[in-house]
């Protein structure tokens, strides 16, 4: 299939708008609200209709007139004021069936191929990794899985922060607990819990003035090429980097090492960053600092005069700022990677960051206006009370922590459904209910707002959760179990409403993939992959199975078959595992 379905729609409609004195008005494609609309409206008759001073209605009939649908739909309908409702023929959905289970991309088109670059993750290394690097690891992960399916090329950068002041005070912290200095505690193992590392490396900088003296000597020297502070801090980052990897491990998220590109990547660049903008007359200088003025980012004063933004890009001290790094990464990932699209996947916090320096970038000509540069924000995540996610004692919770209480929730649950399973298997299942879980209750909610983080919703097995659609795979994989004899050529048709209905709907596929991929939203996907699997269900009620015959029964089992696999390749998609029993 060269096309997705509103794709084939859309270039039929055009046409046939086209050919009615229309060239170029657009069709407006929608799936119908209402069964009585038919499958999908055509809704931009008006408009083109508007625009030329013609009756709508009657240019909907010359449309309808012109529109070439044949062996595609079953009916046109003009409603309203110009509406046109399609009614797709059962033998096209059966047949669009029949070749997405002849593939095993599913037959999804691949078009507009770009290089991405997908910027998610990218946690500070001087810490452990938590709740708000898990949003940004889930939906990047997401994405680029989706955006790779679709044939782009995707290119992960995980740009850990590995630079700044903090790694002068643990480098310096370090080497004193390996001393067995003072508040280090000698045992060897300081490393092992990264959080209460930097918690006694923070108490000892504001606590001893001369541990902190000598952490602001570190820092100068590692930003000056000290061999010896050098390599104490790339073992620092070694050892935080290898947790994060535990934590990518567990989830199934597939970040490398040689995704990371960290700020620190960055260091020769900044001053020829802050030159550059000099030179482009963009920056200047301004109580000493190096300032880019943003007029489109103006603030209203009380006396009614505006102050434009000011993008700091080097401070006083001569230091570079997170915002100068973004530039040069900006520049790296344009001129190096040859990127089509940017995507950062970031705390919507961030937002005004983003946007200004998306700004600065396109003034600097660091990337031109065919390369797309997109802020993926996302909200907070929050604890049951309508408070940031805390522990209970109200400090940060651990990635890793919150991973395994997930696996043992989940293994209770499954025990109890499931007690006659062998411990090993149940164990399997946990761990991809789980996990499967906290991600789908991630992706699932628009990513724009924030969530809460609720163990028992996100573990029902009703509902849109991920246990419910891992529980209709299951169910789909026992069906094949006892089926014994399955043609896997057999003919699809499509008699019964139900059949139909879950044909539609897997014929959609293609178009929910193309969504999340346009507009970087995961959670349009699950709530695909939610209306398959009630489809399937409906349809598992209506229709029997196992117990229909012949071309029936054989029939049904391939729209059994395609449910499985879209399913299977769409939770996939969510970086979320199927199970064949739960
Ligand atoms: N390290 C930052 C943080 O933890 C996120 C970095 C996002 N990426 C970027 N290019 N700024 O908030």
């Known amino acids: 299939m060269s096309q997705t379905l509103l794709q084939l729609l859309d270039s039929r409609v055009s046409a046939a708008l086209a050919a009615c004195g229309c060239e170029g008005a657009p069709a407006i494609i929608q799936p119908a609200g209402r ?21 709508p209605r009657a240019l909907a009939e010359q449309v309808v007139a012109a529109l070439d649908l044949s062996g595609i739909a079953s009916k046109l309908e003009i409603a309203g004021p110009g509406f046109i409702n399609i009614t797709l023929a059962p033998e096209f959905l059966a047949q669009r069936a029949q070749a997405a289970l002849g593939q ?69 912290f370090l080497i004193e607990s390996e001393q067995g200095g003072a508040g280090a505690g000698a045992d060897g193992m300081a490393l092992n819990d990264l959080e209460d590392f930097y918690r006694r490396a923070k108490q000892r900088f504001d606590e001893d ?27 620092f980052l070694d050892v935080s980097l290898h947790h994060c990897e535990e934590v990518y491990q567990e989830l199934g998220v597939g970040l490398t090492r040689a995704d990371v590109r960290g700020e620190s990547a960055y260091n020769n660049d900044l001053p020829v960053v802050v030159r550059d903008l000099q030179a482009k007359g963009l920056a200047v200088e301004s109580q000493g600092a190096q300032v880019v003025f943003l007029d489109e980012f103006k603030t209203k004063n009380q006396d009614g005069s505006e102050t434009p933004a000011a993008y700091i890009v080097q401070k006083q001290d001569g230091g570079y700022l997170y915002a100068t790094t973004d530039l040069a990464a900006i520049r790296y990932r344009v001129a190096q990677l ?31 206006d065919a390369v797309s540069l997109e802020h993926v924000g996302f909200g907070v995540m929050l604890g049951e009370d309508g408070k940031p996610f805390k522990t209970r004692s109200g400090g940060t919770v651990k990635l890793a922590e919150l991973l395994q209480e997930a696996t043992e929730r989940a293994f209770t649950l499954v025990s109890e459904k499931n007690p006659d399973l062998p411990e090993p298997q149940r164990r399997d299942i946990a761990r991809a209910v789980g996990i499967g879980a906290v991600k789908y209750a991630d992706l699932s909610k628009n990513r724009n707002s924030d969530y809460v983080f609720s163990w028992d919703t996100m573990l029902a097995f009703e509902g849109n959760t991920a246990p419910y659609l891992q529980y209709a795979y299951t169910r789909i994989a026992g069906v094949f179990r006892k089926a014994e004899d399955v043609d896997a050529s057999a003919p699809i048709v499509l008699d019964e409403p139900a059949e139909r209905a879950l044909a539609l709907e897997l014929a959609r596929f293609a178009d929910a993939l193309q969504s999340v991929a346009r507009e970087t939203m995961p959670h349009f996907l699950c709530s695909y992959l939610y209306n398959l699997a009630t489809q399937f269900m409906r349809f598992y009620e209506a229709c029997p199975v196992l117990k229909s015959e012949g071309a029936v029964r054989a029939s049904r089992l391939q729209l059994c078959r ?7 390749t769409g939770l996939g998609l969510l970086g979320i595992d199927v199970l064949e029993a739960m």
């Open 35 to 55: 069964p009585e609309f038919g499958d999908y409206q055509a809704n931009g008759v008006m408009a083109a209709a508007k625009s030329r001073k013609m009756n």
């Open 104 to 172: 095993g991309d599913l037959a999804v088109p691949k078009a507009d191929v770009q290089r991405v670059v997908v910027d998610y993750s990218s946690p500070n290394l001087a810490k452990e990794m938590h709740v708000g690097h898990l949003r940004s690891t889930i939906i990047g992960d997401a994405l680029a899985r989706v955006l790779r399916f679709l044939g782009n090329e995707v290119i992960a950068q995980n740009h850990v922060g590995d630079w700044g002041t903090q790694f002068g005070m643990l480098t310096a």
């Open 209 to 235: 003035e001369a541990f902190a003296t000598r952490a602001r000597e570190y820092v100068v020297k590692l930003q000056g090429g000290d061999a010896q502070v050098n390599a104490l801090w790339k073992r």
């Open 338 to 368: 040859k990127a089509d699209r940017v995507l950062y996947v970031v705390d919507a916090r961030q937002g005004l960051h983003f946007n200004q320096l998306f700004t600065v970038s396109r003034k600097a000509g660091y990337a031109p």
């Open 562 to 568: 395609l449910t499985a696999e879209t399913l299977r």
